[in-house]
């Protein structure tokens, strides 16, 4: 006969008092009147009804009202487990816990808080832009192209008539500048045979584009006002990151999915083709970047047809980014860096001047069908930058990828070379990409493409063309315009500088600047190097078990719940700035008794009864 | 052939003419599926991004957009019956890019309706006796070359 084990709650009795209620059939009654399966809690009950409170607590009238007030049901969520429950609970305050920092340097602290040696990014960048590739920067940064077109703002009568003014007077100085960018100067490349035509094209258009802006904000800035109080960056560090869905899985994912489908032990809840989700990295840097106080003035209204997504546009990329050449995967911590640090006032982009050095690339030189489709990696490469710029800025106004923006940002793009100028204008309505979000989210991202135009009408060289230059200072004479919202910040509280915490202050801006360098040591160890696999336990441990006589002390050998198994999901371990080790403070101890030691003996070869008290070194050095 | 060593170009040279070349390339399924216009091949290792392109214009006039070009490491195995792990020849993969309003697809090779007719017939045969085979390998692991009164 089967003995049946009962699991029950500790303070129930003992072991052999529930085998005796159990004696029999399982059909026992209780002196209380309930059944036996339900007798487990030791609270008496009052009545015999199955659905009473428990003592003590009585039912108000307000309880009661006349239609029942279900609450909300959420389609995903409400067929969750409990496993799931919790991890989407967990998400969902790293969410809440961001929103609530009160600068955006503990804002990109806590976004790499998840990962201690950084996210497995992919980096984008501006070096080359694959044939056919602008369908993936649309979908990475949901914007939709118009081209050959700009905003309505370029064609309003008085931009065009200041414009023009100011043309008649920069005509002659601009042309002055770019002959004497153009004719032979010896420069620090020439006769230097490793400068290929793709780097010192990037040079060349870094000395045009600073003279031309010189030139004009020579004559505009006494003029105008938002020149006057503007600032230049030459060749600024800009970096933005967001996590991206709806990004195919890879082979070995699916494979481990259709393993996981057939065993019989463990359920796999996901499809094969289910998306996923991948962090992105921008990584890039303009010629030259002109910041104001206040931001472009949007160009659309934030509820036009062109902002929300059309319907049965598709939210999974059809095919892996590996064959667009977006595949190189580091680890990196994410930063957000538009051009400044946080504490500046002037944080709004206004132009932003980008380089085309990568249509000289070799491979793109070599195939002429890539070579005859360089509008559309200009597009991607207008894309990208405006939406990785922009994206940086949202931030450092407290918005974060996973907070929607309160109102769109703008920003003006253009790609020169010095001779060929391309203009571009993008507005920024959502940043909500994160696979949580996407299929939620209706708004779209907008970006306008002129094409190339050159800046000069002939091929001698000589006369300029003037809807070009006129353009360039549309540009610049755009006025930007103060954010009509009553609070510009609702996410930002307290910047660095005047943090009233004074503690963590300090390690929020060492840990900070850490992550934003990229730091794979601190002090005198690596402690920010993943922990490598070599070659060989590889082959001969993971691969092939050849190595079975060996103990398994390796990370990647611990059982599956061991601390240190899954090195990628370890928290980031913040650093206190102030630490000072045990052996450290012992010979800082020792130091200090030697100079006391010193003191006392000189003083008693000068033979003074009285030695100057001096400062205690301990508290010198802590100043 | 054109895997040997020739001379190194110095500027005045002829252009050099190879006949005969040893070049081959091997269209196989993309691995990783991409766009339409998108083809894989493997070819041989000394093939660079240009002679990839030339092979493909000169002799089946297909342009290509562009081309990117890997070397992959070959598999590692187990060496059969014995307890060492040998590894299979590097091999060249070149991911052609057609240009863009053009599309290819892989042709399926192994249809399932074809499949089962064979079987049905002497494959079924073959694929019994294979797995005798395999059982007396499998009970005589070790002394398959000594001659048979021994096994």
């Known amino acids: 006969m089967l003995r049946t084990i009962i699991v029950c709650p500790a303070n129930w009795g003992t072991h052999a008092a529930n085998c005796r209620a159990f004696r029999g059939n399982f059909l026992c009654l209780r002196n209380d009147g309930s059944g036996g399966r339900r007798g487990w809690s030791s609270l008496p009950r009052t009545s015999k009804s199955r659905f009473s409170y428990p003592e003590g607590m009585v039912a108000h009238e307000d309880d009661y009202l006349d239609e029942a007030q279900y609450p909300e049901i959420d389609e995903e969520t409400h067929q969750f487990s409990k496993y799931q429950k919790d991890k989407h609970q967990t998400m969902l305050s790293w969410h809440q816990t961001i929103r609530d920092q009160p600068n955006p340097e503990a804002k990109t602290l806590e976004i790499n808080m998840p990962r201690g040696y950084g996210y497995r990014c992919s980096i984008l960048n501006e070096e080359r832009f694959e044939y056919a590739s602008e369908s993936v920067y649309k979908f990475l940064t949901r914007s939709h192209l118009i081209e050959n077109e700009l905003p309505d703002v370029y064609s309003s009568p008085e931009l065009i008539k200041e414009a023009k003014h100011y043309a008649e007077k920069l005509r002659e100085p601009i042309l002055e500048a770019l002959n004497f960018e153009s004719n032979h100067q010896s420069r620090s490349y020439d006769g230097d045979l490793e400068q290929t035509t793709k780097s010192i094209d990037l040079k060349r258009s870094q000395s045009i584009v600073t003279q031309i802006n010189r030139v004009i904000l020579s004559v505009l800035g006494g003029e105008v006002d938002h020149l006057s109080n503007c600032q230049v960056d030459l060749s600024p560090k800009i970096e933005a990151f967001w996590l991206m869905g709806g990004q195919q899985p890879t082979n070995r994912m699916r494979e481990s999915r259709l393993k996981l489908q057939k065993s019989k032990f463990r359920k796999c809840k996901k499809n094969e083709y289910d998306p996923i989700e991948t962090p992105f990295q921008y990584k890039g840097s303009p010629l030259l970047q002109l910041r104001c106080e206040n931001p472009v003035n949007n160009f659309v209204d934030a509820n036009s047809p062109h902002c929300t997504l059309p319907p049965n546009t598709p939210l999974v990329f059809p095919y892996q980014l590996s064959n667009y050449g977006i595949g190189q995967v580091k680890y990196n911590f994410a930063s957000l860096v538009p051009g400044t640090w946080a504490s500046d006032n002037h944080r709004c982009s206004h132009i932003a001047f980008h380089p085309r050095h990568h249509l000289l690339d070799e491979a793109v030189q070599s195939s002429e069908y890539w070579v005859a489709d360089r509008e559309n990696s200009l597009a991607s490469q207008a894309i990208l930058t405006s939406f990785g710029r922009l994206l940086a800025q949202a931030l450092y106004f407290g918005f974060d990828q996973f907070t929607e923006l309160n109102y769109p940002f703008s920003s003006q793009t253009i790609i020169t070379d010095g001779l060929k100028w391309t203009f571009s204008a993008y507005q920024l309505n959502t940043i909500r990409l994160a696979a949580l979000h996407l299929h939620k989210n209706p708004r779209q991202n907008i970006c306008w493409k002129m094409n190339s135009m050159n800046i000069f009408e002939d091929a001698e060289l000589k006369t300029i063309n003037m809807t070009t230059l006129e353009t360039i200072l549309k540009f610049y004479l755009n006025k930007p315009k103060q954010i009509a919202v009553e609070n510009p910040t609702p996410y930002l509280k307290s910047p660095l500088s005047t943090w009233d915490d004074e503690t963590r202050k300090e390690i929020v801006f060492h840990n900070y600047r850490d992550m934003v360098s990229q730091r794979w040591y601190v002090v005198n160890y690596r402690r920010r190097m993943y922990p490598e696999v070599y070659e060989w336990e590889n082959i001969y441990k993971i691969r092939h078990q050849q190595r079975f006589f060996e103990p398994r002390r390796r990370f990647f050998e611990l059982p599956l719940d061991f601390p240190g198994r899954y090195p990628y999901d370890k928290p980031y371990g913040l650093i206190d700035p102030h630490f000072v080790g045990k052996r450290m403070k012992f010979l800082m101890n020792e130091l200090d008794a030697n100079k006391e030691k010193e003191r006392i003996e000189e003083a008693k070869r000068t033979q003074s009864s009285v030695y100057e008290v001096e400062d205690d070194p301990k508290e010198k050095r802590r100043k | ?151």
């Open chain 2, 1 to 151: 052939m054109s895997s040997r060593w020739y001379p190194i170009y110095q500027k005045g040279n002829p252009q050099l003419r190879v006949f005969l070349p040893n070049f081959w390339m091997k269209m196989v399924k993309p691995r990783v599926a991409g766009p339409p216009n998108k083809v894989e091949f493997i070819v041989h290792n000394g093939m660079s991004r240009m002679d990839v392109v030339n092979y493909l214009e000169k002799i089946y006039n297909v342009r290509a957009a562009s081309i990117r070009i890997s070397i992959n490491s070959g598999k590692t195995k187990l060496a059969p019956r014995k307890q060492y792990v040998i590894k299979e020849d590097d091999f060249k993969v070149a991911y052609v890019t057609l240009p863009k309003d053009t599309k290819f697809e892989f042709p399926d090779l192994f249809p399932a309706e074809k499949k089962d007719k064979e079987i049905e017939g002497e494959q079924r045969q073959l694929e019994e006796m294979t797995k005798q085979k395999q059982q007396f390998e499998r009970g005589n692991h070790g002394r398959i070359n000594v001659p048979g009164w021994f096994v």
